[in-house]
Structures are given as structure tokens and as C-alpha cells.
């Protein structure tokens, strides 16, 4: 399950057994960390937690204050400092060379759970949103402010200072366009605060070609990373829960009835809308590419050799004048080059690939890779 929807899903449960929770999320970076901001770690009173916010050396720790923000009702900002030497042996023992801050919120407060709950709608409508919070320690105690917006506007906003506010919906806006979350630093009350703009993006939607056997490894791993996975196939025996038993939707799609089912699927794709080709069906790739190509999917994969792939374009070039705009977000053959055989490897050299693309990333080693390993 995707980690977003395990937390809303862990939340709602906590709400109707009337358990108290708070939720940690990393709200600033500087230096190297295992996750980066945005980051969330769902806490429940009794020491239970879902999501992560680290590789499991932070959570511990994380996990005491976070009792604390329970009881009291109060905020709390907790900054790790892993730059110095003598953390390795005194500290956390992290040696990671950076600076990590954890804002954790308690979600009893109907300011707080109203994130939440703006998270879950983002989620179910896949629209993008975004969750500016404004937080600064003032007389020994943290407070914190939040605007929400997504595509439509501002949802939410608790900052009085109308200066401050357009400013910080301004700059929300802007991050929410170019889908990446930052943190930010005002003046206000002549004190410099940072605020830190959350981007929720929906879960990546795969939509699957083929019911055969290397597709169920794809399904099966795609969902272990958190994916929405449609399967879609003509035969009645391939396309079934039983063999499919963690897809979303299964559509059975007889080949006659193939344009309808397409120009139903495609009003339903978004930004976040991948496609595999994997129907070992020539005819059945070929009818697929003929609607698939001139869409706006940022990624299409086609299973199979060069030469047929090859064969198949240039039977559809004068159906659709195949031009290198049509043609930059088609891959075959399809995954990254890690040598793999088997479905199981094939199937993660394919989801490999559609993160590469969609990260804007080539794919390569990151041992080679100049610079942060988790900037664009």
C-alpha cells in the first residue's frame, strides 16, 4: 500500500477505537539523509507507528517525543544533528553528516487532523495539493500555521498576517506547479521563520496490457512499492482475482471491444498514468500503440524484441505520422539494462525504468552521479 494511504488508513482506525495519535513529518534537510522532507511517521499512543521517516535510526527516539506531544497537546520540532564526529559514538550513532528536523503535531486538535484529512481527499481524487506550515518557537513552545491548497486554490489558510499569507500562498502555488516541496524562509515580527510547502502527489496509476505469466511478478511488485495497478486482458481464464490478487481493477477486454475500453481508460489518465505492453499478442501491441502513442502518458513500455517493435511502427507510421514528440515517451525494448532474465527480474528492471522517467533520472549507477543523490 502506498505509504500516504497506510497512514490515512492507520489514522481512521485510531479515530474510531478513539486512540490518540501524532504525526511526525520531516520538514527540513540539509546534508545527506535516508528519506528527505516530506517524510511521515504516523505515532499512535501506545507506541504503535506507521510510515517511516528514516532508515529505522530515527524512529525510536522519535517515537518517545512523540508521547509527549500526545500528552501535552503541543507541538514539538526535535533537530538532529548528525554532523559532528562524535555523534557516531556519542549521539545516534547515525554517522549520515547532516541535519535532520521532525516536526511532530498532535492529531487530536481539529487544526491538525484537517491535514489529514486534506491529504486523503488529494489522494482518492489524484489531484495534486500542497501543505505550507509556518512554525517557529516562541516563549519556549512551538507554533505552528498552515495553508492547504490544491488545484482549485486555498483550501485552508491559519495565518492572520495578510502580507505573510499571500506571500507564503504565492510561493505554495508556485511549488505546487513545479510539484516540489522546498522550505522557504520569511520575515515576520522582524524574526526570519521557515516555513516548509508539502507537495501530495498521487500514488503512480500502472496500468497493465497482458495477463499472462510475467505479468503477475510486475503486478505484484508494483503494488510492494505502493503503485494503483489496473490489469487489463481479453481472456477470461488469465484476468482473474485468483491470479491477480493484489491488482485494483481488472478489466477483461475482448480485442473487438479494445477501442471502447481505451477511450474509457484513457479519460481517467493523469500525470501519474503509466502504461506496460506485454499482450505477447502482435496484433493486440499493435491495436494498443495506435491509441496509446498520441496520448498524453508520460510513459508507454512495450514488451518484446527491436525488430517487432521495429515492424509494428512502421505499419502504424502512416496511420499516425510517428514523430519523435509521439515517440519520446514510448520505451522498447522495454526496462533499464541490469542484465535481466528471469519475469521477476524483468519486472524490476520495468518499474526500475518507469521511476527513472518519471523522476527525470537516467537510470544510471549513483555511485557516478555528481552532486546530491536526491536533487533533479
Not at 506547479?177 to 522582524?190: A, D, F, P
Not at 498524453?296 to 502512416?318: A, D, P
Not at 515517451?329 to 524490476?348: K, Q, R
Amino acid at each position: 500500500m502506498n505509504e500516504l494511504k497506510a497512514i490515512i488508513k492507520a489514522f481512521d482506525e485510531a479515530e474510531n477505537h478513539h486512540q490518540k495519535t501524532a504525526l511526525a513529518t520531516v520538514v527540513e534537510v540539509q546534508g545527506s539523509a535516508y528519506r528527505q522532507i516530506g517524510a511521515k511517521l504516523l505515532i499512535f499512543a501506545d507506541g504503535k507507528r506507521v510510515g517511516s521517516i528514516s532508515g529505522g535510526c530515527l524512529e525510536n527516539d522519535v517515537c518517545e517525543w512523540a508521547k509527549q506531544v500526545i500528552e501535552t497537546g503541543q507541538p514539538q520540532l526535535i533537530i538532529y544533528d548528525t554532523t559532528a564526529p562524535e555523534d557516531i559514538i556519542l549521539g545516534l550513532g547515525l554517522g549520515c553528516n547532516g541535519v535532520i528536523k521532525v516536526l511532530i503535531e498532535p492529531l487530536e486538535k481539529h487544526t491538525y487532523r484537517q491535514q489529514i484529512q486534506f491529504i486523503d481527499g488529494c489522494l482518492n481524487a489524484r489531484k495534486l495539493g500542497a501543505i505550507a506550515t509556518l512554525f517557529q518557537i516562541q516563549e519556549n513552545s512551538l507554533i505552528d500555521f498552515k495553508v492547504l491548497v490544491n488545484e482549485t486554490g486555498v483550501m485552508i489558510n491559519s495565518i492572520e498576517d495578510f502580507q505573510l499569507s499571500e506571500a507564503i500562498i504565492q510561493d505554495t502555488k508556485t511549488a505546487l506547479n513545479y510539484q516540489q516541496s522546498q522550505v522557504k524562509t520569511y520575515l515576520w515580527n522582524q524574526t526570519e521563520v521557515p516555513v516548509f510547502i508539502d507537495i501530495i502527489k498521487p500514488a503512480i496509476s500502472l496500468i497493465v496490457f497482458g495477463g499472462g505469466e510475467d505479468a503477475i511478478p510486475l503486478v505484484n511488485l508494483a503494488k510492494e512499492l505502493g503503485w494503483m495497478v489496473t490489469l487489463i486482458d481479453h481472456r477470461l481464464d488469465a484476468a482473474t482475482s485468483g491470479r491477480f490478487p493484489l491488482a485494483d481493477q481488472i478489466i477483461i477486454a475482448h480485442p473487438e471491444e479494445i477501442e471502447y475500453n481505451l477511450s474509457r481508460i484513457l479519460a481517467d489518465f493523469d500525470d501519474y498514468t503509466v502504461a506496460v505492453i506485454m499482450t505477447h499478442n502482435y496484433l493486440c501491441d499493435r491495436t494498443l500503440l495506435k491509441f496509446l502513442l498520441p496520448s498524453s502518458l508520460l510513459y508507454i513500455g512495450l514488451l518484446g524484441s527491436r525488430q517487432r517493435t521495429e515492424q509494428i511502427l512502421q505499419e502504424l507510421q502512416t496511420e499516425l505520422d510517428l514523430n519523435s514528440a509521439l515517440l519520446d515517451h514510448f520505451y522498447s525494448p522495454i526496462g533499464l539494462d541490469i542484465g535481466a532474465e528471469t519475469p521477476s527480474e524483468i519486472a524490476l528492471s520495468i518499474l526500475a525504468e518507469i521511476r527513472a522517467v518519471l523522476s527525470h533520472r537516467l537510470g544510471g549507477s549513483l555511485k557516478y552521479r555528481v552532486g546530491s543523490i536526491h536533487q533533479l
